[in-house]
């Protein structure tokens, strides 16, 4: 089989001599040629013979396949979502399948029991399987972003991210990963995990880089077979698909690690040679290992949105690799096709994509497809196919004979989520994840009988140490009441010292009672996911960081520091490097932080049972602006390398570090925050008058006079001078807005979720005319919202939310917004105005009145 040749011929790659000499160790990097033995003459694209299929699975699906009408063949192409879609909705359209988004839970209540799990997936399944109008019953799929352990789930075991997981370059590890997933998603009755990610990450200022095992295509490659195989089982073996396994779903195909500038949801401009040998690697893995759907990228190939990509999804998938499962789209980015909108592309499944994953506009969507196949715009034969596909996963999925979720092996069984021995291998992966970037004077391990101070906001806050795609989408505002049975990074380390006489103290300001012996510091990023984690560069916190005068104080206070350094990528931190005797890079642990303490204590006996063996699978950058870097590049100078990682056995020390950035200018960061303690940030403009097109500048705090309207003046919310209050003069009407400096704002992915604008603000004096919210567009357009019912003067300070969605369908270009709010009124009113931002659905809910017809 061609996909051997493939394999066998990754493992000799030429080694760019630079590598050798640069201050990288151990594993042998990866300039090699992964799919190139098996390349056609004409295509770039590996063959690979497709997985075999039964003819008992084939001949059960053409029959149904027969006996099922347009409407019903429609229903299965489509994914509709949890928070939208009832049982109803999945009897009268017959929907295929249904998921719930980053966040999303039954009743939407986070801490959703595996009871209610279990409940809306029989709802969901006896209305997939009601025959009372006469059609087929055909059991529903339910898919889910399981893609660090069962992560939307209350109590679940939560894996270190799949950027720590290629650190610790074990595919065994993988396996057993996969395999735990799987149980606990049987355990809520779901099906199908959105899981693995098979990125290859070429720059970090992504925000998905976390997502990703590796920049290395042989990682992602070792690792696509052996997670899959956790999964869904070995093909060929009796669990294959059995009663212990789910489905998975390989992601995002293609080309999602390797946008320009790392832009999520970008631009690959790579050629089709690279495009094969970099971001492809993990595919041809995959599908040898049998992955029953693979799901298109948001991304474009050379300004082509891959889910309008024929050549991507059915001649190179389909045809040359031989995937005979189905491909599904991802949420709503069909509409992002040329030409197509949330309820209507033929163009996307023209192009090979099988289910459309359309979170809300479903029923539209059923209606226009069904018109598009009796109009000829989409094909009988097109559409056939994608059923067949469909169909024939579930039947090899057994979801035909496995009966109701609550009735299956591990239903609702509450002793299998987040289990002891399920805990286990998620401590063990801790153990294998963490980097050791720095040990000066040996200064690791540390004695358990020592007085320890504890300090950083993330020594105990297990939603940072989790991250993103946990328990909500952007992982923000989770607790450690979240997580019952998880362990912080302080409860591990505390149970270490407390067994062995020592003392923690645990201040999150690295304030001490008593001098302690040794400083550790777990500090880094906040939890982001998707675009909402783009950087503009790998700074992690610029020189008035408040981590960095952490780690200072007590370096000044002659206390060894051993700094836990919690990220979704590498980033430019060689202040804290400096300011540190032993640093490691923890990446996103998961839920257990004991992982950490097995690697900084001995045991109480003073041996020592464990040693870091983690190597970097991400270059570590020298400055803030060395982005893209990746091993095998032609000046390949990281400040650590691809494959690094030291070990207690030895003893390195690391000199002092340049504290250069390569930043020309402080950047504001990547932030969805315009106006903030009642003051426009960096960048924006704070401005007001009568004439929306020539508004004054607000210069300083306060703007006031008798012929401005609304005028603005300083005001106190929690501390003097932190809100901003607009006071509209009676029968003078006026504008109060905020203008994006320079470029307009790009906010179209935003405005595709359940992102809203959010305004943290009191009504001073209720407004007698309405008041309206706007969005302005760089071409003039406007779309206004009429906000005053969400005005009330009895009401203390709040925040107003007010869906993207409904700026955007009120027709403004969310790709170019130069006004990001504008308030409107025309007679008296006072509104004290103290932040603007966008917020997540787990906020709460966002206001969207109807629009005027
Ligand atoms: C992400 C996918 C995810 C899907 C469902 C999308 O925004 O790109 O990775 O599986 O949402 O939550
Ligand atoms: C994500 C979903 C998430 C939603 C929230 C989407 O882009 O993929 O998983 O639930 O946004 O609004």
Same mark, same amino acid.
Request: glycine share 10%; aromatic share 8%.
């Given at each position: 089989m061609l996909?051997?040749?493939?394999?066998?011929t990754?493992?000799?790659?030429?080694?760019?001599?630079?590598? =050798?000499?640069?201050?990288?160790?151990?594993?042998?990097?990866?300039g090699?040629?992964?799919? $190139?033995?098996?390349?056609?003459?004409?295509?770039?694209?590996p063959?690979?013979?497709?997985?075999p299929l039964?003819?008992n699975?084939?001949?059960?699906?053409a029959?149904?396949?027969?006996?099922? #009408?347009?409407?019903e063949?429609?229903?299965?192409v489509i994914q509709?979502?949890?928070r939208?879609?009832?049982?109803?909705?999945?009897?009268?359209?017959?929907?295929?399948?249904?998921l719930?988004?980053?966040?999303?839970?039954?009743? +939407?209540d986070?801490?959703?029991?595996l009871e209610?799990?279990v409940?809306?997936?029989d709802?969901?399944?006896d209305?997939?399987?009601?025959?009372?109008?006469?059609?087929?019953? %055909?059991?529903?799929l339910?898919g889910?972003?399981?893609?660090?352990?069962?992560?939307n789930?209350?109590g679940a075991?939560?894996?270190p991210?799949n950027i720590g997981l290629?650190a610790?370059?074990?595919?065994d590890?993988l396996?057993? %990963?996969?395999?735990?997933?799987?149980?606990?998603m049987?355990?809520?009755?779901?099906?199908w995990t959105?899981a693995?990610?098979?990125a290859?990450?070429?720059?970090?200022?992504?925000?998905?880089?976390?997502?990703?095992?590796s920049?290395?295509?042989?990682i992602?490659?070792?690792?696509?077979?052996a %997670?899959?195989?956790?999964?869904?089982?070995?093909p060929?073996?009796?669990?294959?698909l059995?009663?212990d396994?789910?489905?998975?779903?390989a992601?995002?195909y293609l080309g999602?690690?390797?946008?320009?500038?790392?832009?999520d949801q970008?631009n690959?401009?790579?050629?089709?040679?690279?495009?094969?040998?970099?971001?492809?690697?993990?595919?041809p893995?995959a599908?040898e290992?049998g992955v029953?759907?693979?799901?298109?990228?948001?991304?474009?190939?050379q300004?082509?949105k891959?889910?309008g990509h024929?050549h991507?999804?059915? #001649?190179a998938?389909k045809e040359?690799?031989?995937?005979?499962?189905?491909?599904v789209g991802?949420?709503?980015?069909?509409?992002q096709?040329e030409?197509?909108?949330?309820d209507?592309?033929?163009? @996307?499944?023209n192009?090979?994509?099988?289910?459309?994953m359309?979170?809300e506009?479903?029923?539209?969507?059923h209606?226009? =497809?069904v018109?598009e196949?009796?109009?000829?715009a989409i094909?009988?034969?097109r559409?056939?196919?994608a059923?067949?596909?469909?169909l024939?996963?579930?039947?090899q999925?057994g979801?035909?004979?496995s009966?109701?979720?609550?009735?299956?092996?591990h239903?609702?069984r509450q002793?299998?989520?987040?289990?002891?021995?399920?805990r286990?291998v998620?401590?063990?992966a801790?153990?294998?994840?963490?980097?050791l970037?720095?040990?000066?004077?040996s200064l690791?391990p540390?004695?358990?009988?020592?007085?320890?101070?504890?300090?950083?906001?993330?020594?105990?806050?297990?939603?940072?140490q989790t991250?993103g795609?946990?328990?909500?989408w952007?992982g923000?505002g989770?607790?450690n009441?979240?997580?019952?049975?998880a362990?912080s990074?302080?409860?591990?380390?505390?149970q @270490?010292?407390?067994? @062995?006489?020592?003392?923690?103290?645990?201040?999150?300001?690295?304030?001490?009672e008593?001098?302690?012996?040794v400083?550790?510091?777990?500090?880094g990023e906040?939890?982001y996911?998707e675009?909402q984690?783009?950087?503009?560069?790998m700074?992690?916190? +610029?020189?008035?960081?408040?981590?960095?005068?952490l780690?200072? #104080?007590?370096?000044?206070?002659?206390?060894?520091?051993?700094?836990?350094?919690?990220?979704?990528?590498?980033m430019?931190?060689n202040p804290?490097?400096n300011?540190?005797?032993?640093f490691?890079?923890a990446?996103?642990?998961?839920?257990e932080?004991?992982?950490i303490a097995?690697?900084?204590?001995?045991?109480?006996?003073?041996?020592?049972p464990?040693?870091?063996?983690?190597r970097?699978?991400?270059?570590?950058?020298?400055?803030?602006?060395?982005?893209?870097i990746?091993?095998?590049?032609?000046?390949? @100078?990281?400040?650590?390398?691809?494959g690094?990682?030291?070990?207690?056995a030895?003893s390195?020390? #690391?000199?002092?570090l340049s504290?250069?950035?390569? =930043?020309?200018?402080?950047? $504001?960061?990547?932030?969805?925050t315009?106006f903030?303690?009642?003051r426009?940030?960096?960048?924006?403009s704070?401005m007001?008058?009568?004439?929306r097109d020539?508004?004054?500048v607000?210069?300083?705090l306060?703007m006031?006079?008798?012929?401005?309207?609304p005028?603005?003046?300083?005001?106190?919310?929690?501390?003097?001078?932190?809100?901003s209050?607009?006071?509209?003069r009676?029968r003078m009407?006026g504008?109060?807005?905020?203008s994006?400096?320079?470029?307009?704002l790009?906010?179209q992915?935003?405005s595709?979720?359940?992102?809203?604008?959010?305004l943290?603000?009191?009504?001073?004096?209720?407004?007698?005319?309405?008041?309206?919210?706007a969005?302005?567009d760089?071409?003039?357009n406007? $779309?206004?919202i009429?906000?005053?019912?969400l005005?009330?003067?009895?009401?203390?300070?709040?925040?107003?939310?007010?869906?993207?969605?409904?700026?955007?369908?009120?027709?403004?270009?969310?790709?170019?917004?130069a006004?990001?709010?504008?308030?409107?009124?025309?007679?008296?009113?006072?509104?004290l105005?103290?932040?603007v931002r =966008?917020?997540?659905?787990?906020?709460?809910?966002?206001?969207?009145?109807?629009?005027?017809?």
């Open positions: 996909i051997e040749n493939f394999r066998r990754t493992v000799f790659g030429l080694l760019p001599a630079v590598l =050798l000499a640069s201050c990288g160790d151990s594993r042998d990097p990866a090699s040629d992964p799919g $190139a033995a098996s390349q056609s003459a004409d295509s770039p694209w063959g690979i013979a497709p997985a039964d003819p699975v084939e001949a059960f699906v029959d149904l396949l027969r006996r099922m #009408t347009l409407e063949k429609v229903g299965q509709a979502e949890l939208s879609v009832t049982p109803e909705d999945i009897r009268r359209y017959h929907l295929g399948s249904v719930n988004g980053g966040g999303s839970t039954p009743n +939407n986070k801490q959703a029991s209610d799990w409940q809306f997936a709802a969901f399944y209305a997939s399987m009601d025959t009372s109008d006469g059609k087929l019953a %055909i059991p529903i339910w889910s972003d399981a893609v660090h352990g069962h992560s789930v209350y075991t939560i894996f991210h290629g610790g370059n074990d595919p590890l396996r057993e %990963i996969g395999s735990v997933t799987a149980i606990e049987l355990t809520t009755g779901l099906d959105f693995p990610t098979l290859v990450v070429r720059d970090d200022r992504w925000g998905r880089s976390y997502e990703g095992y920049e290395d295509p042989r992602v490659s070792d690792y696509a077979k %997670i899959i195989e956790g999964l869904q089982g070995v060929g073996t009796a669990e294959h059995g009663a396994k789910i489905l998975a779903t992601k995002h999602d690690g390797g946008t320009d500038g790392g832009r970008g690959n401009i790579d050629s089709e040679e690279k495009l094969v040998r970099v971001h492809n690697a993990g595919y893995p599908i290992a029953r759907s693979v799901m298109a990228s948001f991304s474009s190939w300004g082509q891959v889910h024929r991507l999804l059915s #001649t998938l040359h690799m031989g995937f005979n499962g189905f491909v991802d949420w709503n980015a069909h509409g096709v030409g197509c909108s949330n209507n592309c033929a163009r @996307a499944f192009a090979g994509m099988d289910m459309f359309v979170p506009d479903f029923r539209a969507l209606g226009n =497809l018109a196949v009796q109009e000829g094909s009988q034969e559409l056939d196919d059923v067949t596909r469909i024939r996963v579930k039947k999925a979801l035909f004979e009966g109701r979720p609550s009735s299956r092996t239903a609702a002793e299998n989520l987040g289990s002891t021995a399920h286990e998620a401590r063990r801790v153990r294998q994840s963490l980097v970037l720095k040990n000066n004077g690791l540390l004695s358990p009988a020592s007085r320890v101070l504890l300090a950083g906001d993330g020594a105990d806050n297990i939603g940072k991250g795609w946990t328990l909500t952007q923000t989770n607790t009441e979240d997580f019952p049975g362990t990074i302080y409860a591990g380390i505390r @270490a010292v407390d067994a @062995a006489g020592g003392t923690v103290e645990l201040n999150v300001e690295g304030k001490y008593q001098r302690p012996d400083a550790v510091v777990a500090f906040d939890p996911a675009f984690g783009d950087a503009p560069n700074q992690y916190e +610029n020189d008035n960081g408040p981590d960095l005068a780690l200072r #104080t007590l370096k000044a206070d002659g206390i060894p520091v051993v700094a836990v350094f919690l990220s979704g990528r590498p430019w931190v804290h490097l300011a540190s005797d032993a490691i890079a990446w996103l642990p998961g839920s932080g004991g992982g097995d690697l900084l204590f001995r045991q109480a006996d003073g041996s020592m464990y040693d870091f063996t983690g970097l699978s991400y270059s570590w950058p020298r400055t803030a602006n060395q982005t893209p990746n091993v095998g590049d032609a000046h390949y @100078a990281p400040l650590f390398a691809y690094y990682g030291l070990t207690l030895e390195t020390e #690391t000199p002092e504290e250069e950035s390569g =930043l020309s200018e402080t950047h $504001a960061g990547s932030s969805g315009w903030s303690n009642g426009a940030l960096t960048g924006f704070a007001v008058g009568r004439d020539n508004l004054l607000v210069q300083g306060e006031v006079s008798d012929q401005l309207s005028s603005i003046m300083m005001a106190d919310r929690e501390v003097q001078g932190d809100s209050l607009l006071h509209w009676p009407p504008y109060f807005a905020i994006a400096d320079g470029r307009p790009d906010l992915r935003e595709n979720g359940h992102l809203s604008l959010s943290l603000l009191k009504t001073a004096q209720a407004p007698s005319k309405p008041v309206l919210a969005m302005r760089a071409g003039g406007t $779309a206004q009429d906000m005053t019912p005005l009330d003067a009895e009401d203390d300070w709040q925040h107003y939310r007010i869906s993207l969605r409904c700026f955007a369908e009120r027709g403004v270009n969310m790709e170019e917004i006004v990001p709010l504008e308030l409107y009124t025309t007679d008296e009113a006072q509104l105005l103290a932040e =966008l917020a997540t659905a787990a906020e709460g809910d966002a206001f969207c009145p109807a629009a005027r017809p």
